[in-house]
């Protein structure tokens, strides 16, 4: 904890707070310690006192204030599930979609997932980083302050550690963290088509050692359903990952019931993400172990 006093650094005070939500840790969900008319105070980053305007510590009186407006002020919100850095623009795909087109149509047709490779694969890292920065400042107005982003776009040594060095200089430049996550087991790719076990190779002996000697992602995810990875091969995927040191996420159950969340849990992953197919079992193993349903 920094110094208490106001006299050792920047004190700032946002006074005139409609609402405040305090959100502690200590209380349930469901209670977001909301304080009427409210005022917080700041101090070397940190929030050093939270309470009734009325109430304001004399110290503080004369800080530098914001007017808040009697708005609603909050907690940065965490965005756990992102695919930040992307090339091309797949807004066509929805239009297909609502004319009844399946994901896996779309994906035979030539778009989905693959169709962003391409584009990912041929963007410099500053197209992508410049597209990127714009999301975040959009991002950032809706009040995300922490934002998960995953690579899988790349799907090639190259191309993933490009997508991931993106995020490591983003999170320099800008003001919203980024947690970065590694998915070159978002598909196999097109050169690997006829190759399924080339790809486990490569991921295992050659992307997951390159990503963690560079520190370049803390967790790696895994698109577990028909038509990208099967539940024995991400088996192997998450356990190597593990021994490398990463965190696990799955993106699980999305499309069919294909057994990822019950992996997830049996494999603690910290999350499993998607879930819209889960059956009872796989919600009671994720309810059991801890890994949480993104
Ligand atoms: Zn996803």
């Known amino acids: 904890m920094q ?3 106001p006299d050792n650094g920047t004190v700032t ?10 959100c502690s840790a200590a209380a ?3 209670n977001a310690g909301l304080i009427n008319n409210a005022a917080l105070a700041v101090e070397n980053d940190r929030i050093a006192w939270v309470g009734f305007a009325a109430q304001l510590p004399d110290e503080y009186a004369n800080a530098d204030a914001i007017d808040c407006g009697r708005r ?14 992307f ?4 807004g066509d795909e929805f239009e297909m979609r609502i004319q009844g087109k399946s994901y896996q ?8 997932i693959r169709s962003t490779v391409r584009a990912t694969r041929s963007d410099s890292a ?26 899988g776009y790349g799907l090639e040594l190259e191309s993933e550690l490009k997508q991931l060095r993106v995020y490591r200089d983003l999170d320099r430049q800008q003001p919203v963290d980024l947690v970065p996550t590694f998915l070159g087991a978002h598909m196999v790719p097109e050169e690997y088509s006829n190759n399924r076990e080339g790809y486990m190779r490569l991921l295992c002996e050659d992307l997951i050692p390159a990503i ?10 895994i698109f577990v359903e028909q038509g990208a990875f099967e539940l024995d091969e991400a088996r192997v995927v998450l356990e190597t990952a593990q021994r490398a040191g990463f965190g696990l996420k799955v993106h699980a159950d999305q499309l069919s019931n294909g057994g990822g969340a019950r992996l997830a849990a049996a494999m603690g992953a910290v999350s499993a993400e998607h879930l819209e197919y889960s059956d009872p079992e796989g919600i009671a193993a994720l309810a059991r172990s801890g890994t949480v349903a993104v």
């Open 87 to 90: 090339g091309g623009w797949r």
């Open 212 to 221: 963690a000697e560079q520190k370049l992602a803390r967790f790696c995810d």
């Open 105 to 112: 149509e779309i994906a035979n047709s030539g778009g989905g």
């Open 72 to 85: 609603l002020v909050i907690p940065g919100l965490i965005d756990c599930h992102t695919h930040l850095c």
């Open 13 to 22: 005070v946002l006074n005139n707070i409609g609402q405040l939500a305090t």
């Open 126 to 151: 500053d197209r992508l980083s410049a597209k990127a920065l714009g999301a975040l400042k959009e991002i950032l107005a809706l009040g995300v302050t922490t934002l998960e982003c995953k690579s």
């Open 3 to 5: 110094s208490k006093s």
């Open 28 to 30: 349930d969900q469901q």
